[in-house]
């Protein structure tokens, strides 16, 4: 058992290695010529701009949910007018974020892990690599480079999605104008609650498209391994995004303290 147990530990912290390696060398060569403009352009349109709808509507039945939920709380202590600027926090700080990433792990994630995947089984890349093609960085690079600069926009148009869902609960509740929701939602929002949380979903895009793109380059075993290479960039995307943002959410406090209300 605990041998079992040892060999476990084991074989999790060589994949951990191996997966920093290859993300390691994704950001190296993201800095170094030549750069693949094209291909990245076209992932960002891929990757970034198919995701805008999902996005979008997704972000608006958050903040109809999370406005419904500030209301039932806030209603007990007569802090009514304070719902709009309850749900901007929320929203803006972690809930959009987060959920952003969660999102994109699964659309994203199992996409570039079934897509890698399949163009190893069916060699695909050997055929890159035969014609004097980095497959790496036609492949990875661009990839990276892509959910890195999509992200933040992305986690941007969560945001002010939810806002506009979070309005349209509210106004349908009390009548509330929207000039009056937007300036109470803004009247405590800075930009030190906004540019840190979006900036960290850098992370979170660098975390999917690093875990999905090794798990897809690294497939073995045909079509059965295309699946499960799809399936465990998700689960391992989602993870690692979690962990990740528990770490930089204590590292946003510390850089900037007013961010936790310091």
Do not use: W
């Not at 009514?80 to 929203?91: D, N, Q, R, T």
């Not at 897809?216 to 699946?227: A, D, I, W």
């Amino acid at each position: 058992m605990l041998e079992r147990a040892g060999r476990l530990v084991v074989s999790l912290l060589a994949a951990a290695g191996d997966v920093s390696i290859f993300g390691f060398r994704a950001i190296r060569e993201l800095f170094t010529p030549p750069y693949e403009l094209r291909e990245t352009v076209r992932q960002l349109f891929e990757l970034g701009l198919r995701s805008a709808p999902l996005i979008a509507v997704s972000g608006m039945a958050v903040g109809v949910v999370l406005s419904m939920h500030t209301r039932a709380s806030l209603e007990r202590f007569g802090a009514e007018s304070m719902i709009p600027a309850g749900l901007a926090i929320a929203l803006v700080r972690e809930t959009g974020p987060l959920t952003c990433g969660l999102l994109l792990s699964g659309r994203i994630g199992a996409g570039i892990g079934a897509e890698l995947g399949a163009m190893r089984v069916t060699e695909q890349i050997d055929a890159l690599e035969a014609s004097a093609v980095d497959a790496f960085r036609y492949l990875v690079v661009t990839r990276v480079a892509a959910c890195i600069i999509a992200l933040p926009i992305l986690t941007t148009i969560m945001n002010f999605a939810g806002m506009i869902g979070g309005f349209l609960a509210e106004t349908t509740t009390t009548g509330m104008p929207l000039p009056l929701y937007f300036n109470r939602a803004f009247s405590i929002v800075d930009l030190t609650d906004y540019v840190p949380a979006t900036v960290k979903t850098m992370v979170f895009g660098f975390i999917i498209a690093t875990i999905s793109s090794y798990l897809g380059f690294t497939t073995e075993s045909g079509t059965e391994g295309v699946g499960r290479a799809s399936t465990r960039a998700v689960v391992f995307s989602s993870i690692g995004i979690i962990v990740a943002n528990v770490v930089l959410v204590r590292l946003i406090f510390f850089i900037f303290p007013k961010a936790a209300g310091g």
